[in-house]
């Protein structure tokens, strides 16, 4: 789970919003090839502000 994303925007079947945006889920299954620079570019973000 991912929080403060608000300004992160939901990617069909890897990233979806939780309660009112301000967090995102990623969903991840087995086997399934993951873009981990994506995933390091939404936790940038995501943390820039704290």
Known sequence: ???N???IPEVKGFL???GNGERKT????EGQDV????LASF???TTAAL
Do not use: E
């Open 1 to 3: 789970m991912v929080f």
């Open 5 to 7: 994303a608000t300004d």
């Open 16 to 18: 979806r919003s939780m």
């Open 26 to 29: 990623v969903d991840i299954t």
């Open 35 to 38: 873009d981990y620079g994506q």
């Open 43 to 45: 936790l940038s973000k």
